[in-house]
């Protein structure tokens, strides 16, 4: 049977002290992650954005049916043609959804700055996820509100030699990502340019410092 060891110095064994954290508990200073109803809060403000953004890609299917360039077409017994071979009325259709899609991506863009005042990448996520779907509805709006895209059966209703508006197709489907590009643009630009600035750092006041005086001299 072995006697305890005593401290050095006569001093008497440390008793752990009701308040001190036992080595298996988790440090003091560590906390949960405060983020997290933060986190929450930019997500539920990222997907009401993107619908809403989403769903005004409707009001660009009808702008774009009333202001595209029809195409002409003609029939006889047989085939359907184009009145005009040389028109450039397929490329009009598409130019004219590019421009509706740039100029939908910096009103948006800019509706979103303005009830925000920031950036962030989740905004960011949320505009260009927002305008794709916006623009791929408007497309679809624009072709269901345009002539019906069954030529055949709409060449027999007019009957041989009468002109008719040919069906309004996107041909370029890149034309899509108008609307994506030009929000995240824009409101990269107006954050650079209105949005919060950090803090300048507080530089030391080299001059307030006692400067030494030379040594007199003998």
């Known amino acids: 049977m072995t006697a305890p ?26 906390a949960p992650d405060g983020g ?7 997500l539920r403000e990222g997907v009401l954005i993107a619908l809403l953004v989403a769903l005004s890609g409707a009001l660009l299917g009808v702008l ?4 595209a360039p029809r195409i002409p077409l003609i029939a006889d017994t047989h085939n359907v043609y184009l009145k005009n071979t040389e028109g450039e009325e397929a490329i009009g259709a598409d130019g004219t959804f590019v421009l509706l899609g740039l100029a939908f991506g910096v009103v948006t863009a800019a509706a979103v700055f303005f ?3 920031r950036g962030g990448i989740p905004l960011v996520v949320s505009l260009a996820a927002g305008g794709l779907l916006g623009a791929a509805l408007g ?3 624009g072709m269901w509100l345009g002539p019906t895209p069954d030529v055949v059966a709409h060449a027999r209703q007019v009957g041989p030699g009468v002109v008719f508006d040919g069906p309004l197709r996107l041909q370029a489907k890149g034309a899509l990502l108008a609307w994506p590009i030009a929000s995240m643009l824009t409101l990269l630009a107006l954050v650079g340019l209105f949005g919060p600035r950090d803090p300048e750092p507080e530089w030391p006041e080299w001059s307030a410092r006692p400067q030494q005086e030379p040594p007199a001299g003998d």
């Open 115 to 117: 009830f925000r005042r």
């Open 64 to 67: 774009w049916a009333w202001l």
């Open 139 to 141: 497309w679809l709006v």
């Open 5 to 30: 060891q005593t401290p050095p110095d006569g001093q008497p064994p440390e008793e752990p002290h009701p308040s001190d954290p036992h080595p298996s508990d988790p440090a003091p200073d560590a």
């Open 36 to 42: 997290g109803p933060e986190r929450a809060r930019e």
